[in-house]
């Protein structure tokens, strides 16, 4: 039997005791206009949609799932993991996305020294153990950290630029043929198209697409369902990210 769906809001949760200063990381340097991506477009599918301001049950409910994906949880990963499973029988894209040669890698976190669960590489195990894709592998790290885009007003979010230069691709001796990027929200887009361009420079010849289980509805005060899969894209235009749908 599923869980019960839990619709109350839950509190961030907040350090008992003040952090310790660490070393100041290394930083990007500032946006350029002349930064151009190597990838310029890439393929995204995804399951759920989210609201995060709206008053209803069901705008409620896409916020707990966010929360229950931010925190890695064991018992509900592989039931969304199950339904990405079910839609790809009877979704085109969804079928073309998780092929069998599809190496799944997670996109990294804001912060590579932070103790915090890494959810998307949480939840690309929880696909590979439903049988969707090859492998997981984790070739995309953060080199050094960048703001959290969930807590940043919209003009402090990293740019696509500043995820770009924090991004490195590890060496791999076998090119894969067909790489999907794993993470668990999508916004506007900016640090799977970083990810895509990066991977796109270490293996020029692979297709590289990306698979979000959920993405931000930040337009609409409300959503009415949670699950509408769809395939769009995202693609760097005026100078940014831009995500269809």
């Given at each position: 039997m599923r869980p019960r769906l839990d619709t109350t809001r839950t509190r961030a949760c907040s350090p008992l005791q003040p952090t310790p200063k660490l070393p100041r990381p290394l930083k990007s340097p500032p946006p350029s206009a002349n930064f151009q991506p190597a990838l310029r477009s890439v393929d995204f599918c995804s399951c759920y949609i989210y609201s995060p301001r709206g008053n209803s049950f069901v705008s409620a409910a896409s916020r707990q799932l966010c929360a229950r994906l931010k925190l890695g949880d064991a018992t509900w990963l592989p039931h969304y993991a199950g339904v990405v499973r079910e839609l790809t029988t009877r979704h085109e894209g969804l079928a073309d996305l998780f092929g069998a040669d599809a190496v799944l890698v997670p996109v990294p976190g804001s912060d590579p020294s932070a103790t915090r669960v890494w959810a998307a590489e949480r939840l690309a195990a929880a696909l590979h153990g439903v049988l969707l894709g090859k492998s997981v592998w984790p070739g995309v790290q953060r080199r050094f950290p960048v703001r959290k885009s969930a807590t940043a007003l919209n003009?402090?979010?990293?740019?696509?630029?500043?995820?770009?230069?924090?991004?490195?691709?590890?060496?791999?001796?076998?090119?894969?043929?067909?790489?999907?990027?794993?993470?668990?929200?999508?916004?506007?887009?900016?640090?799977?198209?970083?990810?895509?361009?990066?991977?796109?420079?270490?293996?020029?010849?692979?297709?590289?697409?990306?698979?979000?289980?959920?993405?931000?509805?930040?337009?609409?005060?409300?959503?009415?369902?949670?699950?509408?899969?769809?395939?769009?894209?995202?693609?760097?235009?005026?100078?940014?990210?831009?995500?269809?749908?």
């Amino acid at each position: 039997m599923r869980p019960r769906l839990d619709t109350t809001r839950t509190r961030a949760c907040s350090p008992l005791q003040p952090t310790p200063k660490l070393p100041r990381p290394l930083k990007s340097p500032p946006p350029s206009a002349n930064f151009q991506p190597a990838l310029r477009s890439v393929d995204f599918c995804s399951c759920y949609i989210y609201s995060p301001r709206g008053n209803s049950f069901v705008s409620a409910a896409s916020r707990q799932l966010c929360a229950r994906l931010k925190l890695g949880d064991a018992t509900w990963l592989p039931h969304y993991a199950g339904v990405v499973r079910e839609l790809t029988t009877r979704h085109e894209g969804l079928a073309d996305l998780f092929g069998a040669d599809a190496v799944l890698v997670p996109v990294p976190g804001s912060d590579p020294s932070a103790t915090r669960v890494w959810a998307a590489e949480r939840l690309a195990a929880a696909l590979h153990g439903v049988l969707l894709g090859k492998s997981v592998w984790p070739g995309v790290q953060r080199r050094f950290p960048v703001r959290k885009s969930a807590t940043a007003l919209n003009a402090d979010r990293p740019t696509t630029q500043q995820h770009y230069e924090s991004l490195s691709v590890v060496p791999l001796s076998t090119a894969p043929q067909r790489i999907v990027l794993i993470d668990d929200v999508i916004t506007k887009g900016r640090t799977i198209l970083a990810a895509a361009a990066r991977l796109h420079e270490a293996f020029p010849d692979a297709y590289i697409s990306a698979f979000a289980l959920l993405r931000t509805m930040g337009f609409l005060s409300e959503v009415s369902r949670l699950l509408e899969p769809c395939k769009g894209f995202v693609r760097w235009a005026g100078g940014d990210a831009r995500r269809e749908p």
